[in-house]
């Protein structure tokens, strides 16, 4: 090989290496408001049992726990708002300035619930404002998660986007991994009595200093090709005249979705309170396992997104919905016969296990089949509607499952529904498919 040649590789080589590094900055820099999001989300939903007696004492603990849990749950009836008004703003005004501003809103709401004093110092005010906070977070979530999986979509080369866009959903178990690593050191360091009183608060605290580094480091988000190239940009009207137009597509989005939400908060937000209420288990034990779920999802996300590149996106999607059908329930009848530390992390690691196979198929699919010029209004409606409906409210449906049935194994059964109704959406359903 001459010298001219020699040179002419090594270009080529430093620019491919140029490219990468590109890439994984500009997934690092949009995901990281998606950091912040579900940080918050799953700290609520860890410390709901503090919560509860904080902000909503009744006198009984399972109405306090069940009221604070719904109150974790509205948060998410915002979402299809957000994900209509948001969402046809960011599709109207662009990626960039869209993140920008959920991120806004994600920092209001987090900021009230860490400020505001219990039920026992302001009365009724405490839970008004906690639920308001919880409102304003979950207006922003209901488009954060679609502008984020929609700017992926957008920057990532055509043969790669199913592993650009799972890293959407790897960003928000690395939050998963740090709120419960924030809650083992915290839980493990102040006296229950402590953390009653104001310990539940630190991680919500380190939320609000996250914050301006977050905002710093999203000001750097540069807007997509595939949005400036665009030769118009529809008002608001317009758009939602185009997703009236689309409902069945939007429908059957939603109904896909219902898996992936579903299962996301069983294994993740609901894991310490079922572990610590109904297995019994320490709430250590409880946040150790739901780290070690947040690890597993991190590293088979993009991995199954990237395999949906390889060999399509149905196969998983059909696939994973079908196991999680028939297994989730037996899995936890085997569970809840011997409640054990072992017991809880092999039924929630192999729940992991299922869920990232779907999603990691899933997002990149609905953000493929949803139309360019209402991409991320649509993808967000779609995925916000099954996430207010049911994934949101899975811990308190669970925890009122379990109340009226006696039956400690029932969360598993309705996971096992949320499979089957997004397997038969997926089977059924006609354009979404011929689309794929």
């Known amino acids: 090989m001459n010298t001219s040649s020699t040179l002419s590789a090594d270009r080529i080589a430093d620019a491919g290496a140029a490219r990468g590094k590109s890439a994984f900055k500009s997934i690092f820099i949009v995901a990281s408001g998606n950091f912040l999001e579900m940080f918050d989300f799953m700290v609520f939903g860890y410390y709901a049992t503090y919560i509860s007696k904080a902000f909503f004492p009744t006198g009984s603990e399972f109405a306090s726990l069940l009221l604070t849990l719904m109150t974790f749950g509205a948060g998410f009836l915002m979402r299809p708002v957000g994900?209509?008004?948001?969402?046809?703003?960011?599709?109207?005004?662009?990626?960039?300035?869209?993140?920008?501003?959920?991120?806004?809103?994600?920092?209001?709401?987090?900021?009230?619930?860490?400020?505001?004093?219990?039920?026992?110092?302001?009365?009724?005010?405490?839970?008004?404002?906690?639920?308001?906070?919880?409102?304003?977070?979950?207006?922003?979530?209901?488009?954060?998660?679609?502008?984020?999986?929609?700017?992926?979509?957008?920057?990532?080369?055509?043969?790669?986007?199913?592993?650009?866009?799972?890293?959407?959903?790897?960003?928000?178990?690395a939050a998963v991994v740090f709120a419960?690593?924030?809650?083992?050191?915290?839980?493990?360091?102040?006296?229950?009595?402590?953390?009653?009183?104001?310990?539940?608060?630190?991680?919500?605290?380190?939320g609000c200093a996250m914050i301006p580094f977050l905002f710093l480091i999203r000001r750097h988000v540069e807007e997509t090709d595939a949005?400036?190239?665009?030769?118009?940009?529809?008002?608001?009207?317009?758009?939602?005249?185009?997703?009236?137009?689309?409902?069945?597509?939007v429908l059957q989005g939603t109904l896909m979705a219902v898996m992936t939400t579903v299962f996301f908060y069983m294994v993740t937000a609901y894991t310490p309170t079922y572990g610590s209420k109904v297995?019994?288990?320490?709430?250590?034990?409880?946040?150790?396992?739901?780290?070690?779920?947040?690890?597993t999802n991190f590293v088979l996300l993009p991995v199954m997104?990237?395999?949906?590149?390889?060999?399509?996106?149905?196969?998983?999607?059909?696939?994973?919905?079908?196991?999680?059908?028939?297994?989730?329930?037996?899995?936890?009848?085997?569970?809840v016969a011997s409640p054990s530390f072992g017991g809880l992390l092999t039924a929630e690691l192999l729940m992991a296990a299922?869920?990232?196979?779907?999603?990691?198929?899933?997002?990149?699919?609905?953000?493929?089949?949803?139309?360019?010029h209402v991409r991320t209004v649509g993808f967000s409606l779609a995925y916000s509607m099954a996430?207010?409906?049911?994934?949101?409210?899975?811990?308190?449906?669970?925890?009122?499952?379990?109340?009226a049935t006696g039956d400690k194994a029932i969360p598993g059964a309705w996971c096992a529904a949320a499979a089957l109704l997004s397997l038969l959406a997926l089977l059924i359903g006609g354009r979404l498919n011929r689309q794929a």
């Open 83 to 173: 994900a209509l008004v948001l969402g046809a703003y960011v599709d109207r005004h662009g990626r960039r300035k869209g993140l920008l501003l959920t991120l806004g809103l994600m920092a209001v709401g987090t900021l009230a619930i860490a400020v505001t004093p219990t039920y026992a110092q302001i009365g009724l005010a405490a839970p008004l404002i906690i639920l308001a906070g919880r409102l304003v977070q979950g207006l922003s979530a209901g488009v954060e998660v679609g502008g984020v999986s929609v700017y992926l979509n957008e920057i990532a080369p055509p043969h790669r986007k199913g592993f650009f866009t799972a890293w959407q959903s790897a960003s928000q178990q």
């Open 180 to 206: 419960a690593l924030i809650g083992l050191l915290v839980s493990s360091s102040l006296s229950p009595e402590t953390m009653q009183d104001w310990g539940w608060r630190v991680p919500f605290v380190i």
């Open 227 to 249: 949005f400036l190239n665009r030769k118009e940009h529809p008002q608001i009207g317009q758009i939602m005249r185009m997703i009236g137009s689309n409902w069945g597509l």
């Open 279 to 295: 297995l019994k288990l320490g709430p250590g034990e409880s946040l150790f396992i739901t780290a070690c779920v947040g690890i």
């Open 305 to 335: 997104g990237a395999l949906s590149d390889r060999i399509g996106r149905r196969p998983l999607l059909i696939g994973a919905t079908a196991l999680a059908a028939v297994m989730t329930y037996p899995l936890m009848v085997w569970l």
């Open 354 to 372: 299922v869920y990232a196979t779907y999603n990691g198929a899933f997002i990149v699919y609905l953000t493929e089949v949803i139309p360019a």
């Open 387 to 403: 996430t207010a409906i049911f994934g949101g409210f899975t811990p308190a449906i669970c925890t009122a499952l379990i109340e």
